[in-house]
């Protein structure tokens, strides 16, 4: 039976009562085709708690009773309107739109960019309030009966739609995705840069021997520290084929910033501790991490200023850049030194740049890059993006020369490790088992407390007691949360209401943490249009009584999530791909003789049809940006491809021949979409996956 719990009745919040609307006017979305879809738009407010809300309501003819109501990672004063600027595929009003539905955001009460509020739990009370207030405006508006609710949200937004769907009545149903534990925070984010800085010789070995065609043993040619430091990450949940990112040239710390102020406020002793007391690594003097320290004094020779004021970062609400609203840049401004540091392979990741003499004392900055004058021991240190400072102009205004400073990534290094010291008491989080002995106790100095269960920005601890009907897209390739996560969140379910009846798993192979449409290359795809497709399902299985499709089968061990190899076992939504080159996964061939590329793809029982087939022969190795995204195909080729029925499950088979006349090693990769319609112009629920392989020419 359920766990007895206080649900939170909304309109029954005296706080909550008065709905103000302030702009109500008829606007259009353009979709991908060009087609206008009109629509009203409503902005509207709680004033008592300072909310803030828009509706998006489809013409009355094109309305079938229900809304979707996204949740941002991060909710800000103005982040109710921050879908406005969507297209395409990334286009969430569009999406409702055209499947029915109205669209709702709101700012979750939140007078703050990094969505900081007195109570927490205020941002998922306001956010079934507007739910709740927007009923009631449809309903008068068409004169039709309640709409059926659907909150959805990933990352930041993944903690406060399952806050929303275990604590209040306000939704009928919920596709949280991409979303952590209780304890991810800030864990998952410092472990990722723990291994950006430890494992920085090894991605490419790394990367080359999980790849196709690969050893498929990622330790080996590693040193004993770089072994070792790849299979604790492993066995705490990062998926190791994602170093590919790093090995492509991309090393991207993530929130950390963000996350950094919080962990250095609340637990200001550990960044002293760890490089004092025995059992932390950087009180280990053979450590790498002692060998990675930077501790710097210089003296300024010259400073030039930003070329433009610096302003916040903006108008972001993705699960992969929301964080960034918090950030100011220097904007091109650099301070020249007397003397750089000297190092054969000095780390410069988080270094904090800070005065000790002049004017500017006290006013850290972080460094950007650090650049030597050839043949010379003076340099320029260029200003990175900075957490919450909105004065850096006037900081680098007050240097003058002859000032001193100090560079240090001291505290940088430090926070990485803090997951090492956060190992929870509940034994169901087997991630950190590395760390505790046969009696489930910790073997290494532990901190007070484990802070995550206070990062999640809801103000509550996610149970597991789904009031409605829930659907999790998880990706097994996510860099920010580990994918066991969903397992975890599928055990508390499970936990709470005795069964899983009214849930559903889906883990998406080849995606990683983001929500937008560009973010694929020949490596990874994107689980946008699986997570639409679950939007659709969820508000089905509600509606009709219709089951969406059985779980995604899968197995944890050691950290890590797997999947059957083959479609019928794996099940869930994503289409299984194979490639090969002249029948091989990896082949040998000579310059100049054609290669025959064949892909075959089966769908899981009642997954719909494969509605496109696209071939890339050579890859990228790169994402193309937004602006980038129709110039930069990462699959060029449209193949025709073959309608197959295979072990009762729907497929395709497809070919390309291609000729390689530069010798070396060459990925060709393919990539399959698929609709439960077939169509290839379903533009917002195309499931995605791809295959690889290896050619080797001489």
């Avoid at 084929?241 to 950390?256: M, R």
């Avoid at 710097?296 to 929301?322: M, P, R, Y």
Wanted: hydrophobic fraction near 35%; include cysteine.
């Amino acid at each position: 039976m359920p766990v007895a719990k206080e649900i939170y009745h909304a309109m029954d919040d005296p706080k909550m009562q008065k709905m103000v609307i302030d702009t109500q006017e008829k606007r259009e979305r353009t979709l991908a085709d060009g087609t206008k879809v009109p629509y009203l738009y409503v902005h509207g407010a709680i004033p008592e708690n300072e909310i803030k809300f828009i509706l998006c309501i489809p013409e009355k003819e094109n309305y079938e009773g229900r809304f979707f109501q996204y949740l941002s990672p991060f909710p800000g004063p103005d982040e109710e309107v921050a879908s406005l600027d969507k297209t395409g595929e990334d286009d969430r009003i569009a999406f409702a739109l055209t499947h029915g539905a109205y669209f709702v955001e709101s700012n979750m009460g939140s007078k703050f960019a990094f969505g900081g509020a007195a109570d927490p739990t205020l941002c998922w009370k306001a956010s079934a309030a507007v739910a709740e207030h927007s009923r009631k405006f449809v309903m008068d508006l068409y004169g039709v009966g309640r709409p059926y609710g659907y909150v959805y949200g990933g990352s930041g937004g993944g903690y406060k739609s399952m806050a929303c769907i275990e604590n209040t009545d306000a939704w009928d149903g919920a596709c949280p995705y991409v979303i952590g534990s209780p304890v991810s925070l800030p864990n998952t984010i410092t472990m990722h840069v723990q291994g950006q800085r430890r494992l920085r010789h090894a991605f490419g070995k790394i990367v080359d021997a999980l790849d196709v065609g690969g050893s498929g043993n990622p330790y080996e040619n590693l040193n004993d520290s770089e072994a070792a430091m790849l299979k604790e990450l492993t066995q705490m949940g990062f998926p190791p084929k994602v170093w590919f990112v790093e090995a492509y040239g991309t090393v991207d710390p993530g929130s950390l910033p963000v996350l950094t102020p919080g962990v250095k406020q609340h637990d200001p002793s550990y960044f002293t501790d760890f490089w004092t007391v025995p059992g932390y690594l950087g009180a280990d003097p053979n450590s790498q991490e002692v060998k990675d320290r930077l501790q710097f004094t210089g003296k300024v020779k010259s400073i030039h200023l930003s070329d433009e004021e610096s302003q916040e970062a903006g108008g972001q609400n993705g699960v992969d850049d929301a964080w960034r609203k918090q950030l100011t840049s220097g904007n091109g401004a650099w301070i020249e030194l007397e003397e750089l540091p000297e190092g054969e392979d000095l780390y410069l990741e988080g270094v904090t740049i800070e005065l000790t003499t002049g004017k500017a004392v006290g006013k850290p900055m972080l460094l950007d890059k650090m650049i030597r004058e050839p043949g010379k021991k003076s340099g320029y240190l260029t200003i990175g993006l900075c957490y919450g400072m909105t004065d850096i102009a006037e900081v680098i205004g007050s240097i003058e020369p002859g000032d001193t400073l100090t560079m240090d990534n001291s505290d940088y290094i430090a926070i990485q490790s803090y997951y090492r010291h956060q190992v929870p008491a509940d034994l169901s989080f087997h991630a950190w088992d590395q760390f505790r002995d046969e009696q489930g106790n910790p073997t290494i100095p532990q901190r007070k407390d484990v802070m995550g269960y206070g990062f999640t920005g809801t103000g509550t601890v996610q149970d597991g007691n789904i009031q409605g009907k829930t659907i999790i897209t998880q990706s097994l390739m996510d860099e920010s949360t580990c994918p066991w996560c969903a397992d975890w969140y599928k055990g508390k379910v499970a936990e709470s209401r005795g069964n899983t009846d009214d849930f559903r798993l889906y883990y998406m192979e080849n995606t990683m943490h983001g929500d937008v449409a560009w973010l694929e290359n020949n490596m990874v795809t994107n689980y946008l249009g699986a997570l639409q497709q679950a939007l659709l399902d969820v508000s089905a299985w509600v509606e009709k009584g219709i089951e969406p499709l059985p779980d995604t089968e899968y197995r944890y061990e050691n950290g890590q999530i797997y999947v059957p190899d083959n479609a019928k076992e794996r099940r869930g939504m994503q289409p299984v791909v194979t490639l090969t080159a002249n029948g091989e996964t990896c082949l040998h061939v000579k310059a100049g003789e054609p290669v025959k590329l064949e892909a075959k793809a089966l769908l899981p029982q009642g997954a719909g049809y494969i509605s496109e087939v696209r071939f890339a022969p050579e890859e990228l190795r790169e994402f193309p940006s937004m602006a980038e995204q129709k110039a930069l195909n990462a699959y060029p080729v449209e193949s025709d491809f073959e309608v197959i029925e295979e072990d009762g499950l729907a497929g395709a088979k497809a070919a390309y021949t291609y000729i390689y006349t530069e010798p070396g090693t060459h990925f060709a990769s393919v990539q399959v979409r698929s609709t439960r319609s077939g169509k290839k112009d379903d533009t917002f629920t195309q499931v995605r996956n791809i295959a690889r392989a290896r050619i080797i020419v001489e």
